[in-house]
């Protein structure tokens, strides 16, 4: 069964160096695992910022690598400690 992951966190600095930090990350995300990631900033908060990786169809290997990716890409620097969070969906398993 697919998952799909809501990644959300605050920023800080310069937004310019953070939006490059993440594309090269969700670019690298996508090399190794095939799984293509979006990006969407809060509509009134320009600094709360949300990944999202739909169909995830090998969590253990996903999130090793997303783990791997961050820290490739230096984003802890951009993120207070602690503050990315972490929400994992899937469809429901009951009708009506």
Known sequence: MPI???????VSGDLRAVRAA?????NDLYQS????GRLLVGRDTPSTWMEVY???TGPAEF???LVAAILRHGLARYVPAGGRHVEAF???KFSG
């Open 4 to 10: 799909h992951y809501y990644i959300w966190y605050h």
């Open 22 to 26: 993440v594309d090269a990350m969700l």
């Open 33 to 36: 695992t095939g799984v293509r």
């Open 54 to 56: 739909e169909g995830v």
């Open 63 to 65: 999130e090793s690598e």
């Open 90 to 92: 899937v469809a429901p």
